[in-house]
Antibody, heavy 119, light 112 residues
């Protein structure tokens, strides 16, 4: 059974760095073709893909967030991470992680974690 | 970036009615490998998105067969043949042929 669960700080201040963790089970990021992606959703709005990391440590980012994103993984502990630097109120959203396998995208999603950026 | 335009933005249906949602892409989604990486998701109120359809027309695991997907190139359709109460929520199309991955703006299905 594949499960994913996101965790984050809940609230942080503008200009800080947001650190998110995706803890998963039922698959391994050491398996050929496996990947984890991050997607976010401001309240009442649509979905935005942020980044993906693959079993071979290949990483892909959404250019719209320029150089603010860093995705990484800890294969031994079945976790993936996303950092977003210099946050502002526009980064307030629910952040989801989801599994990708080869080019089979997002069949499994976590429950999401709400992040609020506020001074 | 590829823009996916979903219509309508809001859809109101009665139980048992058949409805369709359109997703039009600003570029062809046919990949050089011969696949078309177009997906459909349903986000029920207060829940995470759930994948319904992959590669245009393949039903996801556990998804009822009243859902079907069709289309090619730049024009795609999700059809629900006989809406049920549990189908209410927001439907999104997503493309993964071109980087970056992009989603449509969503179609909200309301039950009359």
């Amino acid at each position: 059974q594949v499960t994913l669960k996101e965790s984050g700080p809940g609230i942080l201040q503008p200009s800080q760095t947001l650190s998110l963790t995706c803890t998963f089970s039922g698959f391994s990021l050491s398996t050929y073709g496996m990947g984890v992606g991050w997607i976010r959703q401001p309240s009442g709005k649509g979905l935005e893909w942020l980044a993906n990391i693959w079993w071979d440590d290949d990483k892909y980012y959404n250019p719209s967030l320029k150089n603010r994103l860093t995705i990484s993984k800890d294969t031994s502990n079945n976790q993936a991470f996303l950092k977003i630097t210099n946050v502002d109120t526009a980064d307030t959203a629910t952040y989801y992680c989801a599994r990708s396998y080869r080019r089979d995208w997002f069949a499994y999603w976590g429950q999401g974690t709400l992040v609020t950026v506020s001074s | 970036d590829v823009v996916l335009t979903q219509t309508p933005s809001i859809l109101s249906a009665t139980i048992g009615q058949s409805v369709s949602i359109s997703c039009r892409s600003s570029q062809s989604l046919l990949d050089s490998d011969g696949n078309t990486y177009l997906y459909w998701f349903l986000q029920r109120p207060g829940q995470s998105p759930q994948r319904l359809i992959y590669l245009v027309s393949n039903l996801g695991s556990g998804v009822p067969n009243r859902f079907s997907g069709s289309g090619s190139g730049t024009d795609f359709t999700l059809k629900i043949s006989g809406v049920e109460a549990e189908d209410l929520g927001v439907y999104y199309c997503m493309q993964a042929t071109h980087a970056p991955l992009t989603f449509g703006s969503g179609t909200k299905l309301e039950i009359k």
